[in-house]
């Protein structure tokens, strides 16, 4: 299956599909960072600095 052909297949599952009710929207979004529901990239996690040993 090519790129397309499986892009295609996703938007078609994507479009067939009923809409959220509000309750499953808001528990979506509570889900995804900001950045990842407005940037076409994905979000890139800030990475953490090495922890020391104690």
């Known amino acids: 299956m090519t790129r397309e052909e499986r ?3 996703i938007r078609e ?4 599909a009923p809409p959220l009710s509000p309750e499953d ?3 979506l979004r ?3 960072p ?3 529901r407005t ?3 994905p979000a ?5 600095a090495p922890r020391k040993a104690a």
């Open 7 to 9: 892009r295609r297949l």
């Open 13 to 16: 599952l994507v479009d067939a």
């Open 25 to 27: 929207a808001d528990r």
């Open 30 to 32: 509570s889900l995804l």
């Open 34 to 36: 900001v950045r990842a």
């Open 39 to 41: 940037a076409r990239q």
């Open 44 to 48: 890139v996690l800030p990475r953490l």
